[in-house]
């Protein structure tokens, strides 16, 4: 027996996870990509998503900032409903939105070898420190962490 495979467009897929976290679910799935190293591995961790009660610096989100066009990346600012993020792994370059365009909250990520909630204050020192490293710090890190896995 053959199993077909499928390719579902992102843009279909998130689209289905908007609603099950506008229906109060909470929502796991798998991430691709590298722009949120070191914290999210892309094709490996998987996160859990909650409806955003609010947006602060900090959060990581699910943000449709162009129609059916989406990002996970954390919250950079929050100012007057705009919404700037900015993914952990991009050295330059942030994306725009607006607080009703957050379609989701990370509350967890998962790794093959353990869960980290990713709202304790111990997890968000981390971030902040990692964000707050100079570029060369980041750059020379992220050349290495790609390198590894």
């Not at 992102?10 to 949120?36: F, H, P, Y």
């Not at 859990?48 to 996970?72: F, M, N």
């Amino acid at each position: 027996m053959t199993m077909e495979v499928r390719t579902i467009p992102n843009a279909t897929i998130l689209r289905e996870v908007s609603d099950l976290l506008l229906e109060g679910r909470e929502v796991k799935m798998g991430v691709k990509g590298s722009s949120m190293l070191p914290f999210i591995v892309g094709e490996r961790d998987n996160v859990v998503l909650t409806r955003p009660e609010a947006v602060s610096p900090g959060d990581i989100v699910l943000a449709e900032i162009a129609p059916g066009h989406y990002v996970l990346h954390r919250v950079k600012s929050v100012e007057g409903g705009q919404v700037t993020l900015k993914g952990d792994g991009n050295l330059d370059g942030e994306e725009h939105c607006l607080e009703g365009d957050i379609r989701g909250t990370v509350i967890r990520i998962e790794t093959p070898r353990r869960s980290v909630d990713a709202r304790t204050p111990a997890f968000m020192r981390r971030s902040r420190a990692w964000a707050a490293a100079p570029r060369c710090v980041r750059r020379y890190s992220l050349a290495i962490i790609r390198r590894l896995i």
